[in-house]
């Protein structure tokens, strides 16, 4: 049962453009949402977060948005470029509901950043 | 400087077989994790440990035993391998319990079961 969900298995985008990767959810009761991104051969690494009660997080080239009603949430790269080329993973927590020590990860974007 | 290290980086051994996965962090973290990735790229967790006590159990068969000697440490032990425990495993640490607190892995211990 996915209840984190990233249907682009891979995004391939020109340097310099926006880059978008996608996540949805299932699970009403999570309320607080990661992005982290990975290199080949090394563990993930936080990226980016946002709780619900936020609808855009941004950090330098980074934004999340979260739209709770599609429970949807979208990562923005601008610009990108091709040290961003790495899996990303989507991960959501429910800090409200009591498991709020578990991260439920999708299956991650594979990001690539053509020069 | 390794922030979250895990030993060996690479296994493959033989159906049946005993092995072990050390992960260590110099963080001063109080949270350590495992998580598996497996062929179908889902990172799922397996165990929390929170100062050397379990707090998660993820429905983990038996046959994998977490053991926390101290904070620092939490290594990872299976027994009577089996070809489905070939994955990647992955360690990672927090300063607390709490999923808001960024959380750091390691990278990776890739275990391959013949």
């Known amino acids: 049962d996915q209840q984190v969900k990233q249907n682009s298995p891979s995004l391939s985008v020109q340097e310099g453009r926006i880059s978008i990767l996608n996540c949805d959810y299932t699970n009403s009761m999570f309320d607080y949402f990661l992005w982290y991104k990975k290199y080949p051969a090394e563990g993930p690494t936080f990226l980016i977060s946002i709780s619900s009660i936020k609808d855009k997080n941004e950090d330098g080239r980074f934004t999340v948005f979260l739209n709770k009603s599609a429970k949807h949430l979208s990562l923005h790269i601008v610009p990108s470029q091709p040290g961003d080329s790495a899996v990303y993973f989507c991960?959501?927590?429910?800090?409200?509901?009591?498991?709020?020590?578990?991260?439920?990860f999708g299956k991650g974007t594979l990001l690539t950043v053509n020069p | 400087d390794t922030a979250v290290s895990q030993t060996p980086k690479y296994l493959v051994t033989q159906m049946g077989n005993d092995k072990s996965i050390k992960c260590e962090q110099n963080?001063?973290?109080?949270?350590m994790y495992w998580y598996k990735q497996d062929s179908k790229k889902f990172l799922k967790i397996m165990f929390s440990y929170n100062n050397k006590e379990l707090i998660i159990n993820e429905t983990v068969p038996n046959r994998f035993s977490p053991k926390s000697p101290d904070k620092a440490h939490l290594n990872l032990h299976i027994n009577s391998l089996e070809l489905g425990d070939s994955a990647v495993y992955f360690c990672?640490?927090?300063?607390?319990?709490?999923?808001?607190?960024?959380?750091?892995f390691g990278p990776g211990t890739r275990l391959t079961v013949l």
């Open positions: 963080l001063g973290h109080d949270t």
């Open positions: 991960a959501a927590s429910a800090v409200g509901g009591g498991s709020n020590y578990k991260l439920t």
């Open positions: 990672a640490s927090s300063p607390n319990i709490g999923s808001t607190d960024t959380q750091y």
